[in-house]
Every structure is written in structure tokens, then in C-alpha cells.
């Protein structure tokens, strides 16, 4: 059985836990500022990541509406 690809944009301690969450039903990508995550197998850039039929927005509530406004048109409904 296929599992579904899912998206996390921001890997910080949220984006982790829910990663741990989901990664047992799921195939789970993320992206994130931070280079120093670059390398992990499951990293993926933005412009890949945003393609995935679920993405889930895990970022400072700070950097939310910038984020959205720079993807929002990309992002599928």
C-alpha cells in the first residue's frame, strides 16, 4: 500500500512533533529556513514541497502572513 506524500512548512519543535505523528500513516516532506536541515532525506525545497496534496503550515504566527502571501497563489485548493 501507497502511502500519501504530506508537506510540512517549518521544521521547528511543532513541525518535528507532528512529523513524529504522522510519519507512520504517511510519507511527511518538509521545508525549512534553517540550512542546517538541508541534508535530511524527508527535506525538500519550497517550490516542490508547496505541490504535495496537504501541506501543513507549521510557522511562527509572526512569519504567517508573509509566507501566505509569497505561496498562496501557488498552493493548490
Not at 46 to 73: A, D, N, R, V, Y
Amino acid at each position: 500500500m501507497n502511502k500519501k506524500s504530506i508537506g510540512i512548512l517549518g521544521y521547528g519543535r511543532f513541525g518535528q512533533l507532528l512529523d513524529d505523528i504522522l510519519k507512520d500513516d504517511f510519507d511527511v516532506y518538509f521545508y525549512d529556513t534553517n540550512t542546517q536541515l538541508h541534508n535530511r532525506d524527508a527535506f525538500q525545497p519550497l517550490q516542490q514541497l508547496i505541490t504535495l496534496p496537504t501541506l501543513f503550515l507549521c510557522l511562527p504566527i509572526s512569519h504567517l502572513e508573509t509566507t501566505l502571501k509569497e505561496i498562496g497563489h501557488q498552493i493548490q485548493s
